[in-house]
């Protein structure tokens, strides 16, 4: 995808700014996949993966979420207050940054834990999550 | 701009999220995924859609879509991804 990129806009005559900004957008995503993957050209399967692991925590959190506190609370302080997208726009930031949190504490574990521990403790805490939810069902 | 506003909500959230369900799931999904930039988008994409359902729908979204219904959805998805990873962490003994 990136190749065509470049062809494209080397072709067009005011192109060499945007053949800059291409070049330099697509640098860091080989040098990334070959570093923490080892693998080369396999881009259908890289996209298809990122849409799959997009789609596996979209709909995994989306559903977990749904009627939660998080959910309660930007409820009730929109509620309260005269402007609900101030609140929704706290909320949203809160949200982000807590899983980008969550996201960099993962990666810190899988660079440290073997592979084999982390994928039993992947399926414990997997577990756990969905004891939390049968929880939240039986008591709401 | 009500800053005030923006930073109370910020904390609430913040502190009512963390170490909540969807950032242990966020770590776990992100541990074992090869392309963590997915993870993070995917969760943070649905959170932000649960909030904005919450904010635009107020107390409508309970009755529109059965919360019960949907965590024992969730629940059920939860506990199949678990016991997949468990299956394959016993079936590789080495690595």
Known sequence: ?140 | MDWNLLGLSFVVVFLAELGDKSQLAAITLSGNCQHPRAIFLGTSSALIFASLLGVLLGEGVGQLLPTHLMKAIAAIGFALLGISFLWSSNEEPEA
């Open chain 1, 1 to 140: 995808m990136g190749l065509v990129n470049c062809d494209v806009a080397a072709q067009t005559v005011t192109g060499s700014f945007l053949f800059r900004l291409t070049v330099s957008d697509t640098n860091p995503t080989p040098a990334n996949l070959q570093t923490s993957e080892q693998k080369n050209n396999q881009h259908p399967d890289q996209v298809k993966g990122f849409g799959k692991e997009f789609g596996l925590a979209f709909v995994t959190v989306f559903l977990a979420e749904l009627g939660d506190k998080t959910q309660l609370s930007t409820l009730l302080m929109t509620a309260e207050s005269q402007s609900p997208w101030i609140i929704f726009l706290g909320a949203a930031a809160a949200l982000v940054t807590t899983s980008l949190c969550g996201v960099l504490i993962g990666q810190w574990l899988a660079r440290r834990v073997s592979e084999n521990v982390l994928n039993t403790v992947t399926g414990a805490s997997l577990l756990f999550i969905s004891i939390l939810l049968i929880w939240d069902t039986v008591n709401l």
